[in-house]
């Protein structure tokens, strides 16, 4: 299980690369954040009962079962943000968020969710 999540989180990488070539930064931003989760889900995943899945509840629980995190707690919050809660158009969405993300934006997000890929990857060992 924790292989279907790591390649999971990797795929969503793929699918963010591929939105930030041809300028999508809010979806590069969501996915971003969506690997990011899965990369931490694949270590808690059996810890996790509900079908919750937000970044900061999942960093919460990673945290407390690894001991680790506090080094990529600044990249998690800042991808918190982008979070979907609902099918929203852009306008809507910019106005949730406080603008659409920017090019630097998705740069950030995209470069934080390898991080915290590669970081998991490196405590699994």
């Known amino acids: 299980m924790k292989a279907t999540w790591i390649e999971s989180s990797r795929e ?11 300028g999508d930064f809010k979806t ?3 996915l971003s ?3 990011a989760c899965k990369s931490l889900m694949s270590m808690i995943y059996s810890e996790i009962e509900t079908s919750e899945r937000k970044l ?3 960093f919460k629980i990673f945290i407390e ?12 919050d800042f991808l918190t943000k982008y979070t979907l809660e609902e099918d929203i ?3 809507l969405l910019a106005a949730h ?4 993300p920017t090019k630097e934006e998705a740069e950030k997000a995209l470069r934080y969710a ?3 890929l590669n970081y998991v990857e490196e405590l699994d060992g």
């Open 56 to 58: 900061e509840d999942v």
């Open 89 to 91: 158009t852009s306008p």
């Open 28 to 30: 590069v931003c969501l």
């Open 97 to 100: 968020w406080n603008g659409l």
């Open 33 to 35: 954040r969506k690997s």
């Open 65 to 76: 079962k690894t001991g680790k995190g506090e080094d990529i707690e600044e990249m998690v």
């Open 114 to 116: 390898e991080i915290i």
């Open 12 to 22: 969503d990488l793929i699918k963010a690369k591929k939105k930030f070539d041809i």
